[in-house]
């Protein structure tokens, strides 16, 4: 059974930071590119960020570049965002998601975790 596990979300205060996790199983986590996006209320889902399969190459939104984090460690199956600074219009559920290429698109993404929320307050 593939498994995208997010954690780590939470109610933070404007200027605050918060380190999402997400924990894969059930396949090969070390021939996957990996990738946040998130979705806030009555908003479509966006992108965050990506990293290639060895954490070699990262991608980020306009939005988050400069305060977001993107890194992975493959011995633990595992992605995480560093997230910096943090502001009201951050407040979103944040999903993990793995696919043969790592980068804006959510549909070259094929496994996608759960979410977890985040929210922002001013």
């Known amino acids: 059974q593939v498994q995208l596990v997010e954690s780590g979300g939470g109610l933070v205060q404007a200027g605050d930071s918060l380190r999402l996790s997400c924990a894969a199983s059930g396949f090969t986590f070390s021939n996957y590119g990996m990738g946040w996006f998130r979705q806030a209320a009555g908003k479509e889902r966006e992108f965050v960020a990506a990293v290639s399969w060895d954490g070699t190459n990262t991608y980020y939104a306009d939005s988050v570049k400069g305060r977001f984090t993107i890194s992975r460690e493959n011995a633990k199956n595992t992605v995480y965002v560093q997230m910096n600074g943090l502001k009201p219009d951050d407040t979103a559920v944040y999903y993990c998601?793995?696919?043969?290429?790592?980068?804006?698109?959510?549909?070259?993404?094929?496994?996608w975790g759960q979410g977890t929320r985040v929210t922002v307050s001013s």
């Open positions: 998601a793995a696919g043969p290429r790592s980068n804006y698109r959510g549909s070259d993404y094929t496994y």
